[in-house]
């Protein structure tokens, strides 16, 4: 505990034994610094001390109540005070300085680790396995796969590896500072301490495009939390509307008389013609799983489909010097602007123009930070194309496998993936056409659903032509040769 608080568990304690003494007691200190360092609380203690019958007594000093004694004790107080202050402002001073050189100095964020590297000292690495457990989690949800933070701490308490409370929970103010920490894409900052954003030393989790495109996801329109109801029992509840009013079915389960539950889908809307009206739970989730076997695309589609996706990745290779250029350029130009801008605030006397200032350069830094890190990758991919599109192909081959032999979450993502919205399901005649995902409409088109065979009269307007047998010689279409005209004939 620090020398400037009063309140000292140690301290309280023996004020404690003092107490239950009676008084009587001396307490010796060898230094005045050892007492407090902090001139109010001094006297604080001291009169707490004075009233409980103990006596304070150092080798160093004589504690007296004349004026001299007091002067005395008072400037010694006043000295230790100043020595705690200065040394509180020479270890923030040399803690700020370290942040800005980028390295950081506080308790290490969750999935980090200090180790000492030879040249840096402490620094921040990768703690395994949560280290891995975040990286899937943020890219999980800058990606999509995980529409809200609901789903992103499901995913974690799911995490055997990952430390919960004692209740088994992942809590929302951990998901929230997890998502927010500019650590995980290898960057510190400190506004307490008037230190910006700024590249760290340390090796990030995830890239600096996947942290701002969370930070992007956050702090763009709010969603609706994740249902508290969808469980495994009914993973289509929400997604499946009532054919017949276009509201989310509900779903719960039925107790029999003779005390079976049966699992059940429901339309609770009313006014609608469904209303109250039963589905059972394994008739809409048997039409729905036939829905997605009916999306696996042909062996020849697939194998068509992955040599595209082939021919665009070397296509895209042979685009990184230009794209590299351009993202050069771009780069000059928001130097450019940053030191405008800075010229600009030289210039300015009003403090919301200079704030506005300001906050246009913190954007523009972070900016910079996306494309320097995408020039630096430039033409180095993290992956071979068989290791980048192995998942991606192997959910378009079969969307269905994933959903049987996945949990909640995949099967989830499975939804958002395979169709543009909900399902409407119709209770006489099951499940209305839905309406899927580019992916699986090209594959669709490939697999030859939507085209057609010409008609056999062709595009032009059909002609009889007379029937001849095999045995008879068809007449020849070639023209008779021109003839000249006769001038007596009168022929033209």
């Known amino acids: 505990m620090s020398g400037g608080v009063a309140d000292r568990p140690s301290f309280n304690a023996m004020l404690d034994f003092i107490k239950r003494q009676n008084g009587g007691v001396v307490v010796v200190i060898d230094d005045i610094s050892r007492f407090a360092r902090d001139i109010e609380s001094h006297w604080a203690l001291r009169r707490t001390l004075k009233e409980m019958g103990g006596h304070l ?7 007296g109540e004349d004026s001299d004694s007091v002067l005395v004790e008072n400037l010694l107080a006043s000295v230790s005070q100043h020595q705690r202050q200065k040394n509180d402002e020479q270890t923030k001073n040399r803690m700020r300085a370290r942040v800005m050189n980028g390295y950081w100095v ?24 949560l280290a891995s457990i975040v990286q899937e989690a943020l890219e999980g949800f800058a990606s999509g796969r995980f529409e809200t933070r609901a789903e992103v701490k499901r995913f974690l308490e799911v995490q055997p590896n990952y430390p919960k409370t004692r209740h088994g929970h992942v809590t929302n103010e951990e998901v929230d500072r997890l998502m927010k920490r500019p650590h995980y894409a290898g960057y510190v900052e400190m506004p307490d301490w008037g230190v910006s954003l700024r590249k760290g030393r340390h090796e990030g ?57 049966h699992p059940y889908y429901h339309c609770f809307t009313k006014g609608c013609p469904s209303h109250r009206k039963s589905i059972k739970r394994d008739q809409l989730e048997g039409d729905f799983e036939r829905l997605l076997v009916s999306l696996r695309p042909s062996v020849d589609a697939f194998r068509m489909a992955h040599d595209m996706f082939k021919d665009a990745w070397e296509q895209r290779r042979t685009q990184i010097a230009e794209i590299t250029k351009t993202a050069e350029s771009q780069l000059t130009d928001m130097e450019a602007q940053i030191t405008g801008l800075l010229d600009r605030i030289v210039e300015a006397s009003s403090p919301c123009v200079v704030a506005a200032y300001e906050t246009r350069i913190d954007e523009l ?22 290791e980048m599109f192995e998942l991606a192909m192997r959910f378009l081959a079969n969307p269905w496998n994933i959903w049987e032999k996945g949990d909640l979450t995949l099967g989830r993502c499975v939804l958002r993936m395979c169709f543009q919205g909900r399902v409407a399901y119709c209770r006489n005649q ?38 001849y047998t095999l045995s008879r010689r068809a007449p020849s279409t070639a023209r008779p040769p021109l003839r000249r005209a006769d001038p007596m004939s009168g022929e033209g």
């Open 430 to 467: 099951g499940l209305r056409t839905p309406e899927t995902t580019s992916p699986f409409k090209v594959l669709g088109q490939f697999c030859g659903k939507e085209s057609h065979m010409a008609e056999r009269a062709g595009f032009e307007p059909a002609i009889e032509l007379p029937l």
């Open 205 to 261: 989790i995830v890239s600096v495009a996947t942290w701002q495109a969370v930070q992007d996801r956050l702090n763009g329109k709010a969603k609706a939390p994740a249902r508290a109801d969808i469980n495994a029992d009914f993973p289509l509840r929400g997604f499946i509307l009532c054919g017949d009013c276009d509201n989310p079915l509900t779903a719960c389960w039925s107790k029999s008389k003779t005390g079976k539950k």
């Open 365 to 386: 830094e972070r900016d910079k930070f996306i494309l320097s890190e995408k020039i630096a990758t430039s033409g180095k991919p993290q992956r071979s194309f068989e």
């Open 57 to 63: 007594e150092s080798p160093n000093l004589k504690f």
């Open 106 to 129: 506080s308790h290490a964020p969750r999935d980090f680790k200090y180790e000492r590297k030879k040249g840096h000292g402490k620094l921040l690495v990768r703690d395994e396995p």
